[in-house]
């Protein structure tokens, strides 16, 4: 463990837990209270950022899945993977905290409505992603073709979007429709926060990966 | 590019010879879109509306269905005796086994869907001459082939090869289910071809960007 | 052996690693032009790996290879024109005749006088009276045949062998054994991976024993009887306890 680590990740995790206090301070607190939807639009300040973070996940399984491919360098692997579990994650809680809100707000669990059902796509694309390293049978291979399965599910999540909005024109739940300087300013320490979260959830999870590694590989040459 | 060419023919050739010799499995997959049809038909009460609101996208669930076994078997039998291998081997770049066995599919699927489309249109009471359901076909068919081929090529070296091809094929191209059922609503009804269009439009957009990053990955499923 | 013939088949420090596992670890081969040289080794040294990697059928880790003077990485397409290869797998397919399965590769090696060249090939292994049979129906050892004539069919200058004689009968082994022998005399390079200690000695130029990954032996096959081929082959091959 490199001394000049441990320092870092101090102040990725100091700033987060400042992040995240600013943050939950700011929407259980500060935030107006919504109009129509009352105090359980605050979970919109989750929701959305999780969201947007989910994305930024799966662009880097994106990026590292193509550098993996053209470098076959192990540690591309090792951040695309951890980066995918954890947009897994996010994704989840979107999908989690989707349900949550609208229970109260449109009467029912769940509605095919445009940005919950393109998550729950992007849920599979990448679940999928997970799902194929353990069909591939053996680790390099496993490598490989989750890596065409990122690249791939990351073009098609544009369309995905694009596809599921253009068929639910119809009906479109505006949940929010202008958002006030407070609204907004609590949104965006929320979204600061959960990139910090993100940056160290990753930190953490590729630390993890490449220990993991290296115990299975001294377990093996002994 | 004449070889080339001729190369991609003599894949498919191969492949249509093989599939023939086992006649059972050509005329199983067709069965099996007939049957999805009519099992839909059964969870629907025929004399409600309801049949024919449903009616597109029966259809391409049948689709979908018959054209994930045919993909099922694109790869198998060629890894089994090495086959695979075999095409590798031969002096030509990796990408045109992609395009042979694409093209192969496609014409499998497009095939089913011309047999199985009139069925469909009689069974449910649509009139029964809509070209427009044929440029939804091939437009979907060729989407469901490139990613699919991929896909297919990638199941075969796994170990739950019946199940990673639905996993994988379903929610990437959900756009292209979304699209062909809308258009195929919008065709049905007898709608102006302007209300497709934007449908169309996207199921393009996936053949374009799909069929050129699959051809290039391709060999990154292959080469080990 | 002229000082002018070319290399065929050259590695320089080649590594091949699947994951964590690593099966190739640092090879520097050289085999001239129309030599025969057999590699030795038991299960999981890398024979298969090595000869599949030299196929293109894996991709190196690290290391050059040079294939007819090709660099490996760049011309995969120019390499596989001059490459025949024969492995336990028959690449072939079942559900077509004797016939068709020439046909096809005929055509994806653009082989000249495609008609005539078949029939040649067919006569060569012994089976022009099977032309029609259909793959699938035919045993192990006349599988092999036909894998062997797939693999000349476009006259290569470098076969690759990996252990050809797996799976064969008393018979078939034998056809095998004499068809290697017209093989290795000619001006074809051989390589050539197998179990067959005997006949690898009696047709090998040179012996390279395998073992982990690493060549831990090589010397030229006229310097060693069968008895110090097996003596060596069992102290390379030595499994620390």
């Known amino acids: 463990m490199k001394g000049k680590s441990v320092p870092v990740d101090l102040w990725l995790w100091g700033l987060a837990s400042a992040l995240m206090t600013a ?63 954890i947009g897994v994650l996010f994704t989840t809680l979107v999908l989690i905290t989707g349900p949550l809100w609208a229970r109260p707000v449109w009467g029912s669990w769940w509605e095919w409505e445009a940005r919950l059902t393109s998550s729950l796509v992007l849920w599979m694309i990448y679940l999928a992603y997970l799902l194929v390293r353990e069909y591939a049978g053996a680790e390099e291979r496993g490598a490989r073709f989750a890596a065409v399965v990122g690249i791939i599910g990351f073009l098609d999540v544009p369309i995905v979007y694009l596809s599921v909005n253009l068929w639910r024109t119809q009906h479109p739940p505006e949940l929010v429709s202008d958002l006030g300087g407070a609204m907004l300013l609590t949104l965006m320490v929320s979204l600061a926060a959960f990139t910090v979260l993100f940056a160290v959830l990753l930190r953490q999870r590729t630390a993890l990966r490449n220990l993991d590694r290296r115990v299975k590989k001294l377990k093996r040459q002994h | 590019m004449r070889r080339s060419i001729a190369m991609i023919l003599a894949i498919v050739r191969k492949d249509l010879l093989s599939e023939l010799r086992s006649k059972e499995i050509a005329v199983s997959i067709l069965l099996f879109a007939l049957l999805v049809i009519v099992v839909f038909s059964f969870a629907f009460d025929p004399e409600t509306e309801a049949l024919e609101i449903v009616a597109p996208g029966v259809l391409w669930i049948a689709f979908t269905f018959a054209g994930m076994l045919g993909l099922s078997r694109l790869f198998a039998a060629e890894k089994e005796k090495g086959g695979l291998e075999g095409l590798m081997l031969c002096p030509m770049e990796r990408d045109l086994i992609y395009w042979g066995k694409l093209l192969g599919i496609f014409l499998f699927m497009m095939i089913v869907e011309a047999v199985i489309t009139p069925i469909f249109l009689v069974l449910f009471d649509f009139p029964l001459w809509i070209p427009e359901l044929g440029l939804i076909s091939a437009l979907a068919t060729l989407g469901f082939a490139a990613v699919g081929t991929l896909f297919s090529a990638m199941a075969a070296h796994t170990k739950a090869r019946d199940i ?61 | 052996m002229s000082a002018n013939a070319g290399i065929a088949i050259e590695t320089r420090g080649l590594t091949k690693t699947f994951g964590e596992r690593e099966a190739l670890g640092g090879i520097d081969l050289k085999v001239a032009e129309g030599e025969c040289v057999v590699i030795f080794g038991p299960n999981g040294a890398g024979k298969t790996t090595l000869i599949r990697v030299l196929a293109t059928l894996a991709r190196p880790t690290s290391g050059t290879v040079r294939i007819a003077g090709l660099d490996l990485q760049r011309e995969g397409p120019a390499i596989r024109r001059r490459i025949g290869v024969v492995s336990h797998q028959s690449f072939l397919y079942e559900n077509l005749t004797v016939y068709e399965n020439l046909s096809f590769y005929s055509t994806m090696y653009d082989v000249p006088r495609k008609e005539k060249r078949i029939a040649e090939i067919l006569e060569l292994v012994g089976l022009a009276d099977r032309r029609d049979e259909r793959v699938g129906t035919l045993s192990r050892g006349t599988q092999q045949r036909l894998a062997i004539a797939r693999a000349l069919l476009h006259d290569p200058t470098i076969l690759l062998f990996d252990e050809p004689e797996t799976g064969l009968d008393q018979r078939a082994g034998a056809f095998l054994g004499n068809f290697l022998k017209t093989l290795t005399s000619g001006k074809r390079t051989v390589l050539w991976t197998t179990h067959r200690l005997e006949l690898g000695l009696e047709l090998a130029a040179r012996v390279i024993i395998l073992h982990r990954g690493k060549t831990v032996f090589e010397a030229a096959g006229q310097s060693l009887t069968i008895a110090e081929l097996h003596q060596t082959y069992a102290r390379c091959t030595e499994e620390p306890r």
């Open chain 1, 23 to 85: 943050a939950v301070s700011l929407i259980f607190f500060y935030a107006p209270t919504e109009r129509e939807m009352g105090d359980i639009q605050r979970i919109f300040y989750f929701h959305v950022p999780l969201a947007w973070i989910a994305f930024l996940a799966f662009f880097i399984v994106a990026l590292c899945s193509a550098l993996y491919l053209w470098k076959r360098e192990t540690k591309w692997d090792t951040i695309a993977h951890s980066s995918a579990e």
């Open chain 2, 164 to 224: 990673t091809l639905p996993v994988l094929f379903i929610p990437i191209t959900v756009p292209v289910i979304i699209a062909a059922v809308k258009a195929a609503e919008a065709a049905l009804g007898g709608e102006p071809f302007g209300e497709m269009a934007s449908w169309l439009g996207i199921i393009t957009a996936f053949d374009a960007i799909f069929l050129v990053v699959s051809g290039f990955v391709f060999e990154f499923v292959l080469e080990e």
